[in-house]
């Protein structure tokens, strides 16, 4: 993982022009200082290119995962052939495969990466290679011809990695991995669309990534074994697992995180005892492969065979004991770690700053993920990416709140959704919080592969009631079906009923968080509210307490826009709050009880609507 900042002169700007030709050397200091906020995310080395043409300036923090090492020593990018430039964050997980499509012959680095591919198809095809093949990975990336002078960007299908982009006052281009980087340069900026990548020739967005299923009116029929939601999950890990250095799995002991703990650690498992004729085996050994050079390495060697798991929250809180309940069944080298609520917020102004967000739910859940991260590198040396579950709630229908949905077709429309904009709050949470302290996170549910597979099953699939006799079940029973009686989990923790990250920490952290911002928080600073930020108005003085340090840090009115704002009740969308209208509480009561949190719903086990009755 990486971070990246890019500036392109515009179609007029001309050698005599303030910023053409771009080899300044006081240009290129101020684009070292820009690109240099972003070190968090990739400490390992710095590259400022400034292209043939002079026409722009393309910087690279590098986290070196693949094709470089601690040992090796990573070659610094932007990645450069001929006049051909670019710059990439990600990883791509079938860069094995896009090399076997390219027609042409190209000269690979001595040190191949798994996104030079990328640089290799936007010389044969252009910035439109990213409809001629299926990327599937995690990335943003910029790209410079500087024959034609023209340039692109582009960004992965649901935004796992952020990007942003802008222009200044002499209408250059800018993008960024961060908001940092751009909102105090450009006059106008917002978030990059995923799925889109970006051409100068025409000065245009393109979407290259639109399956029948992105459109909430349509209804998919295809109808599944769980065998087969089982095997695409597996492969999806498989290739998460791509790397040259050692990697971890985030342990909250839901049902999504252990699922991909639990197959991470049988691949490795298979891979150590090294059997041939495994298919499992053979698989995985493929995975390691970057450019016919082999990778192998053993990811744990030196950490007792085992994969490393590691989960955080409040003293007795609900996650570490069931995390160390998986750990123990799985067989992972399990860390349990633990904060405090004042430890929490005293860092919710870094939060902040590295999250870009003033939403609640998401700083929320990214103050004890950041901790985290901060406690991994502290505790152990050695872990650049670690795998997680997020995802399996938008793809399964996994949030309390859809068990009203009241019919199959407004499940379906839900879910996209909520998939759509994954951008805005879990990802950016996920890969902001972990890269605060330069740790990759990834998410094999949201592996193309495995998203295109389950995006297109029936609905009626995911419902939280059965299909033929209307019964209720557990939500994402589909996912549990399917590994039902495999002996992956305790049968117990495979039905352990979503508990939301913020919740199941510990109840005491919503509770504190709430508590403090009644203290820092006046009742007239509330009614001044629609004054003092008349853009997405806070209506709690907690969700006050984050906009007043989000001003601080991002004044702007551009960078508040960014930002989506809503009513939701766990993690809802503010079109389902209509299935089921603040369940229990009448509209007098809304206000009060519109929360984010998952024990706002009624079915939740520890609800606090239950004891209002």
Same mark, same amino acid.
């Given at each position: ?15 005599? =022009? ?11 200091? %101020? ?10 995310? =990739?400490?390992?080395?710095? =590259? ?6 002079? %026409?722009? *300036? ?104 952020? *990007? ?22 450009? $006059? ?39 065998? @087969? ?64 050079? /082999?990778?192998?390495?053993? $990811? ?16 007795? /809180?609900?996650?570490?004991? &069931?995390?160390?309940? #998986? ?17 929490? $917020? ?5 939060? $902040? ?10 700083? %929320? &859940?990214?103050?004890?993920? +950041?901790? *985290? ?7 152990? @040396?050695?872990?650049?990416? #670690? ?11 996994? +949030?309390? +709140? ?113 508590? !403090? ?13 629609? !004054? ?33 704002? =809503? ?17 229990? +509480? ?23 609507? @239950?004891?209002?009755?």
């Amino acid at each position: 993982m990486c971070g990246i900042c890019c500036l392109f002169a515009s179609a007029g700007a001309t050698a005599e =022009g303030r910023r053409c030709p771009m080899d300044d050397p006081k240009l290129r200091q %101020r684009m070292i200082e820009r690109v240099s906020r972003l070190m968090h995310r =990739g400490p390992d080395c710095l =590259g400022v290119h400034c292209t043939a043409d002079q %026409r722009a *300036l393309l910087g690279h923090q590098r986290l070196a995962i693949v094709g470089g090492n601690a040992d090796t020593m990573p070659d610094p990018q932007p990645t450069v052939v001929g006049p051909y430039s670019m710059a990439v964050n990600g990883e791509i997980y079938n860069h094995v495969e896009l090399r076997k499509q390219l027609k042409q012959e190209h000269v690979w680095s001595s040190n191949p990466t798994d996104t030079e591919v990328l640089l290799h198809a936007f010389v044969e095809y252009g910035p439109h290679f990213m409809k001629n093949m299926q990327v599937n990975g995690m990335f943003a990336l910029c790209a410079q011809n500087s024959e034609t002078h023209q340039f692109m960007a582009a960004r992965d299908p649901v935004g796992i990695i952020p *990007l942003y982009y802008g222009r200044d006052e002499l209408g250059d281009m800018w993008f960024a991995s961060e908001l940092k980087c751009l909102h105090d340069v450009c $006059i106008h900026f917002e978030e990059f669309p995923p799925g889109h990548y970006y051409s100068s020739e025409d000065d245009s967005l393109t979407a290259f990534y639109n399956p029948s299923f992105w459109s909430e009116t349509y209804l998919p029929t295809k109808k599944v074994e769980p065998a @087969d939601v089982a095997h695409q999950l597996e492969q999806a890990v498989l290739r998460h697992l791509m790397g040259d250095v050692p990697c971890a799995v985030l342990l909250s002991g839901g049902l999504d995180s252990s699922l991909v703990a639990a197959i991470a650690a049988n691949l490795l498992k298979s891979k150590s005892q090294d059997k041939p004729e495994s298919p499992t085996s053979s698989s995985l050994e493929h995975t390691f492969y970057a450019a016919g050079k /082999s990778h192998t390495r053993d $990811i744990q060697e030196g950490r007792k065979d085992k994969l490393p798991s590691f989960c955080i929250g409040l003293e007795g /809180s609900p996650d570490l004991k &069931a995390a160390e309940e #998986v750990a123990n069944f799985i067989g992972t080298d399990h860390h349990t770690l633990t904060f405090t609520i004042q430890e929490g $917020i005293d860092v919710l102004k870094q939060v $902040i700053y590295h999250l870009e967000t003033y939403d609640v739910t998401t700083i %929320r &859940a990214s103050t004890p993920m +950041y901790i *985290l991260a901060r406690k991994i590198r502290s505790k152990v @040396d050695g872990f650049k990416f #670690v795998l997680s579950g997020e995802g399996a709630d938008e793809l399964f229908g996994g +949030y309390l +709140y859809f068990h009203k949905a009241p019919s199959a077709s407004e499940m379906q429309a839900e879910l996209v959704r909520k998939v759509r904009a994954l951008h805005q709050f879990d990802c950016l949470r996920a890969n902001k919080s972990m890269l605060g302290w330069s740790i990759e996170l990834r998410v094999p549910f949201l592996d193309r592969e495995f998203m295109d597979f389950i995006m297109d099953i029936d609905p009626a699939m995911k419902m939280c009631k059965d299909e033929t006799t209307g019964k209720p079940r557990m939500e994402k029973y589909l996912l549990r079906k399917a590994f039902e009686g495999k002996n992956l989990l305790p049968e117990k923790l495979l039905w352990r009923q979503k508990e939301q990250f913020s919740d199941g920490v510990g109840y005491g952290w919503i509770d504190g968080l709430r508590d !403090y911002a009644e203290r820092v928080v006046t009742d007239l600073q509330m009614r001044m509210a629609k !004054y003092r930020f008349p853009i997405n108005t806070p209506n709690t003085k907690e969700a006050y307490m984050y906009r007043e340090f989000f001003a601080e840090q991002f004044p702007s009115d551009l960078a508040a826009k960014c930002v989506p704002w =809503g009513p939701s009740v766990a993690c809802s969308t503010p079109t389902a709050l209509k299935w089921d209208t603040m369940q229990k +509480y009448n509209q007098t009561d809304m206000e009060k009880h519109v929360d984010p949190s998952g024990r706002c719903v009624d079915v939740h086990e520890a609800s606090p609507l @239950d004891a209002e009755q």
